[in-house]
């Protein structure tokens, strides 16, 4: 197996492997495991796999899960269906930087994500990496956050196109999750920049220390939140990848964020991501 990083920051090509193979051999699923953790996603081209050894592939890292609003495909629970079509002119969901599912108390570890179609041009996904958009923050902006959580919330995104009722479901569901804004990553304790699209407001920012009067609190929270949710934007934090058939990305959820580019219209989009259950960030 090759590893040819993509870029300075993140980013890796595997070449020379079938994931096919990793199923089985405990050899080649612990290298591709380690390259995941050093380059955060991994890219592969020509990897003609069914959907049984794509969710089986996926397996080896952990249990899946499914997706309360994008449906899995039958047969395979936990292979979520991201099928985008022109007709659906709401379905611009993925069109913001994110991690997948930080609005549940466990987000998840990673994910596997095949391309099954796609336009000739367009519709590349982009990863951002967080370890790095965390450490490059001025110092006073680091002590600022070092101790504030902040809440994220489906109902907020997923559910705002909901009728009303339809959303408060979604959200009895769903309970908005709190989590840390800097969490350590579990495997390499690196600290991770943990806000994205999903997240709506910090929840112990009104404190004595930085709110003088009443009035401070509302600009200055959402200002700083907009601040760091605006960091995953950076070029020098990401790598870009241009799908084809049968192209998959493997990421690491809880140190990257990611944004598909909704630049395709009127062309359809088929991909296909096994999500795996994660844990929750300290
Ligand atoms: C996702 O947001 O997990 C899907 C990314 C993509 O469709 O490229």
């Known amino acids: 197996m090759q590893v040819e990083q993509l870029t300075c920051a993140i980013g890796a090509e595997l070449v020379g492997v079938n994931l096919a193979d990793a199923i089985h051999d405990d050899g080649l699923f612990a290298r591709i495991r ?29 249990e899946l899960e499914g997706h309360p609003v994008a449906g899995s495909d039958p047969e395979h629970p936990g292979l979520v269906r991201i099928y985008k079509n022109p007709e659906q002119p709401n379905d611009r969901y993925e069109n913001a930087w994110h991690a997948d599912a930080t609005w549940r108390e ?24 967080m370890v790095l958009a965390y450490e490059n923050l001025p110092d ?33 569901q769903f309970p908005d999750a709190e989590h840390p804004v800097v969490r350590t990553h579990p495997e390499t304790g690196e600290k991770v920049l943990f806000v994205n699209a999903f997240t709506t407001h910090f929840t112990n ?13 509302s600009p200055g929270a959402g200002d700083l939140l ?6 995953a934007c950076i070029p020098e934090y990401q790598v870009r990848w241009r799908w084809k058939p049968n192209s998959i990305a493997i990421w690491d959820n809880r140190s990257t964020q990611h944004y598909a580019v909704m630049d395709y219209p009127p062309c359809h989009r088929k991909m296909e991501r096994a999500g795996i259950v994660g844990d929750k960030p300290y």
């Open 34 to 62: 380690a390259a995941l953790l050093e380059h955060r996603v991994l890219f592969l081209r020509d990897q003609n796999i069914s959907r049984g050894e794509h969710v089986a592939f996926a397996r080896r890292f952990g």
């Open 106 to 129: 466990a987000p998840q570890f990673g994910a596997v994500l095949r391309c099954v179609e796609c336009p000739p041009v367009g519709g590349d996904t982009m990863w951002a990496n």
């Open 140 to 172: 006073h902006v680091k002590t600022q956050i070092a101790e504030l959580r902040a809440r994220h919330s489906i109902e907020a995104s997923f559910g705002a196109v909901m009728p009303t009722e339809k959303r408060l479901a979604l959200k009895a």
């Open 205 to 217: 920012y009104h404190t004595p220390a930085r709110v003088r009067f009443g009035q401070d609190a």
């Open 226 to 231: 907009r601040y760091l949710i605006s960091q």
